[in-house]
């Protein structure tokens, strides 16, 4: 059974750094075709992808995002770490991290966390 | 970076209709998009990958189509259970990108 759950800060401030915890169960990042992505949702927004790391530490950013954005991985621990630098109220959203998997060209999140919201403001 | 253009953005509709989603990618991305259900207060569940394939456990209800730029989302027999917002994904590169949204009220 594949689990997902995101921890951090329910609130920063402005200017700040987001670190963002990723801790799940049920599957290994050594194996190979397995990846853990971020996706995040404003409130009553839609969904935006943010960045994912692969099983052998390939890692891929959203353009907009990318000079913001940090993603590693502890296969050991289970986890998987994102910071975001320089956090703004627009980046208010409520963030997810997702198990992924390639079906031929088609990268998908077939299981999900439940969600973390996260507040920007002073 | 490819976009998605998902309609209608909200439809109302009964239980027992039958709802038609459309999901545009600004260039061609062959059949490689997945389709999301998301309930008010959860996260996403994948319904439809590969434009028509349906993921496990999920009813036969859904069905997917498309290829190209143009693609769909059918729910032949609405039931309580799927009003949600539904939201379309692309990934025919490392730039993942997700459609709108398309919430499917009670009429």
């Known amino acids: 059974q594949i689990t997902l759950k995101e921890s951090g800060p329910t609130l920063v401030k402005p200017t700040q750094t987001l670190t963002l915890t990723c801790t799940f169960s049920?599957?290994?990042?050594?194996?190979?075709?397995?990846?853990v992505g971020w996706i995040r949702q404003p409130p009553g927004k839609a969904l935006e992808w943010l960045a994912l790391?692969?099983?052998?530490?390939?890692?891929r950013y959203s353009p907009s995002l990318k000079s913001r954005l940090t993603i590693t991985k502890d296969t050991s621990k289970n986890q998987v770490v994102l910071t975001m630098t320089n956090m703004d109220p627009v980046d208010t959203a409520t963030y997810y991290c997702?198990?992924?998997?390639?079906?031929?060209?088609?990268?998908?999140?077939?299981?999900w966390g439940q969600g973390t919201l996260v507040t920007v403001s002073s | 970076d490819i976009q998605m253009t998902q309609s209608p953005s909200s439809v109302s509709a009964s239980v027992g209709d039958r709802v038609t989603i459309t999901c545009r990618a600004s260039?061609?991305?062959?059949?490689?998009l997945a389709w999301y259900q998301q309930k008010p207060g959860k996260a996403p569940k994948l319904l439809i990958y590969a434009a028509s394939s349906l993921q496990s456990g999920v009813p036969s209800r859904f069905s997917g189509s498309g290829s190209g730029t143009d693609f769909t989302l059918t729910i032949s027999s609405l039931q309580p259970e799927d009003f949600a917002t539904y939201y379309c994904?692309?990934?025919?590169?490392?730039?993942?990108?997700f459609g709108g949204g398309t919430k499917v009220e009670i009429k």
């Open positions: 260039q061609g991305i062959s059949s490689w």
């Open positions: 997702a198990h992924a998997v390639r079906y031929q060209l088609l990268l998908l999140f077939d299981y």
């Open positions: 790391i692969y099983w052998n530490d390939d890692k």
């Open positions: 049920g599957f290994s990042l050594s194996t190979s075709g397995v990846g």
């Open positions: 994904q692309q990934a025919n590169s490392f730039r993942l990108t």
